[in-house]
């Protein structure tokens, strides 16, 4: 969630292509770590359902 609202604000700010791509990759980051560290405990639900 944090990541998208950080996207949606990057226009309003001034308009540098850096900012919005260390945004972006620091954003991607989060994402990437919170799908890892979520993905075994889905995984082990499904096959306990």
Not at 13 to 30: D, E, F, I, N, Q
């Amino acid at each position: 969630m944090t990541s998208s609202h950080a996207l949606l604000l990057v226009p309003y700010l001034p308009s540098s292509r850096v900012a919005h791509l260390t945004c972006y990759s620091l954003g991607l980051r989060v994402h990437v770590s919170l799908t890892r560290q979520l993905t075994p405990t889905v995984s082990a639900e499904r096959l306990q359902r």
